[in-house]
């Protein structure tokens, strides 16, 4: 239950569409023509207008404890300059530490600045010159709904996370209560013990992937756009990569506390670089290198290939190949690392 | 005699740690890493950014714009479409992030009829990478317009002037070492305490800790002591390698950012003893800590993600999430240099649950001993 309440809230929370601007306008115009240009502010959805008195200091006391994001400040002879036709500024100031945000309020206050300036109709000689116009047009995703992309990869985190930590964990339990000495007296051989515990965590991890998109579908209205059956195909053998990751860590762990925080520094790692926020090419070559080996990155990019894209087997053959790859050296490690002797 | 006794069982607790060397490393090696890789892997710049170009004139004026859009350091042309079913199979094989479509007579158009038509074509199942590489090819189109027609700006306008306060560059280090410092305090004090106890409970030990001559509250207290020092030193290291490394300033005073840092441990502390208390064994306390705590606070602390544009209902939630106020105060006192007057009420917050937490966890682990 805990991993739909999960997915529910990161879905939600996880966004980084700009949708409440707190702006602290300082009018010292107080012109008919200033409160124009604030109602266009007004009237976009975007913006809640901070009421401050009419002066910067104040109005940056807003933004010292918070309450405002940015201020715009109107200067004493604006409805003159533009009456006059005469060039005119503004002044944003923008509380920049989250630079991402800022660089976005930045922009669309632009935005709104120049509409609203092309309807007040300063001259612009422009209209008479050739012009290139742009048409943009987003596939797969049109009003740029940042919860279809999280979906996805948040699937991928909760799976990994049942799989590997149950999986070690498990281990790591028997091992500190001594049970794991019964089942190494018992003439079980390497490869039946390490089959038998990975297969009921492999089941549960799929499990968890039908019921997340199900969820997904009925919550998000987010439907598949590919083949349902390739998808849990490559989750499959994914999943062996995680599981036996989770074994290896098992191995080498003597207590559930150790194993917990290698899998957590693991998870971290992968979970980092596998670009669930940000795109994996942006990212330095280093990077890039690393993730060939990076298990996280290939489900990452093949589920959001496969559910917003529609790809087929085609297009996803070379994660499939790494992913196997990454599968068969994992499992034969884990085999090789667990031994029936303890130490 | 008591005092003696308390010696030595903070002896054996911290002893444990240091046994641990694998822990041990990790806890100190973490930060560094995480912080390496919120600096230099995680960032919302993008450049060389593989397109390809669907040229259905193929003039002068579209090869001109093609070569302008590949100079601007945004765009990387990788391929050329020919059928409109190529879009779909270059966006599916995830070759390309951005079509470029001119259409037939480009050149022609521009000149003839003052208006030539471009499509851009995102494959927005990134939607961020998808509005900001659009954003950048229609910047580029514009200005490639103007240099087409020889002029610079037009006679008047309406001009903004922006200024970004406290973090000039924009650089994302003002958000990734507060961050860090919040991930990695919460893991070691709430996380690893809560499993550490939860783990006495589980193999027995605890009663027998509980019938020696040590109060509770000793135990407890000997308990979280060696991870108390951990997560200071942590604290230190993340501090001195944001300044030293990645140039964040420490614009205020130094002596109260240590203080909001002990107070945030003694609430994390608080936490885990309360989670301890609640839990019968490990994994339950691991899983607890995992997905009540953790991720929850990552995303809704404001850490990552602007807690303004979440939903009503998750903006209230995060009002009861520990970090945001310890993230900040942080941010308060190092980024913007304000004194005790800007964070009083989160301190007084992050107080006030700790005390909470700590009144919590005594009335459940009485009940749990009767």
Known sequence: ?343 | MVQNRFRDFLVKEFKHIIRDPRTLLIVILMPVLQLIIFGYVVSNEISDARIAIYDKSNDYLSQKLTQKLAASGYFLPVRNIKTDAEIDQAFKAGDVKLVIVYEPNFAENFIRNNKADVQIITDASEPNTASILANYAQAVITTFTNEQNNNGISANRLDIRSRMLYNEELKAVYMFVPGTMVLILMLITAMMTSISITREKELGTMEILLVSPLRPSQIIFGKVLPYISLAFFNTIIILLMGYTVFGLPLRGSLALLLLVCFIFILLALSLGILISTLSKTQAIAMFMSMFALMLPTILLSGFIFPIDNMPKVLQWLSLAMPPRWFLSALKTIMIKGEGFAYVWKEIAIMLGMTAFFLALSVKKFKVRLE
Do not use: C
């Not at chain 1, 940042?146 to 964990?169: N, R, S």
């Open chain 1, 1 to 343: 239950m805990l991993p739909i309440v999960q997915l529910l809230i990161l879905a939600n929370a996880a966004t980084q569409e700009m949708k409440n601007i707190n702006l602290a306008v300082v009018d010292f115009d107080n012109s008919k023509t200033s409160r124009e240009l604030i109602n266009a502010f007004v009237n976009s959805p975007f913006y809640t207008i901070i009421p401050v008195k009419q002066s910067v200091n104040s109005a940056m006391d807003k933004v010292h404890n918070s309450q405002a994001d940015a201020i715009l400040v109107i200067e004493d002879d604006f409805e003159e300059k533009i009456v006059k036709s005469e060039n005119v500024e503004l002044q944003l100031l923008v509380n920049a530490i989250n630079g991402t945000a800022a660089s976005l309020i930045n922009g669309y206050t632009s935005s709104i600045v120049a509409g609203y300036s092309a309807k007040i109709g300063i001259q612009n000689v422009e209209q008479f010159k050739p012009a290139i116009a742009t048409k943009v047009r987003h596939w797969y995703n049109p009003e740029l709904n940042y919860k279809l992309y999280m979906v996805p990869g948040i699937l991928v985190i909760l799976v990994t996370v049942v799989g590997m930590f149950l999986t070690a964990l498990n281990i790591v339990r028997e091992k500190e209560l001594g049970t794991i000495e019964q089942i190494n007296v018992t003439p079980i051989k390497r490869y039946q013990f390490i089959v038998g515990k990975l297969i009921p965590f492999w089941i549960i991890a799929l499990f968890e992937l039908a019921f997340g998109l199900l969820i997904a579908r009925l919550v998000f209205n987010l439907t598949i756009a590919g083949s349902i059956p390739l998808l849990f195909g490559f989750a499959s053998i994914y999943l062996l990569v995680a599981l036996s990751g989770g074994l290896i860590l098992s191995t080498a762990a003597d207590n559930q506390q150790q194993v917990m925080f290698m899998s957590y520094f693991f998870m971290i790692l992968f979970i980092l670089m596998s670009g669930l926020f940000t795109s994996t090419e942006s990212m330095p070559q280093w990077a890039q290198l690393f993730n060939k080996i990076n298990p996280l990155y290939y489900f990452m990019d093949v589920n959001r290939m496969v559910i917003l894209k529609g790809s087929n087997f085609a297009d996803i053959k070379v994660q499939f190949g790494f992913i196997s790859i990454l599968a068969l050296l994992t499992l034969t490690w884990a085999v090789l690392r667990y031994r029936k002797t303890s130490s």
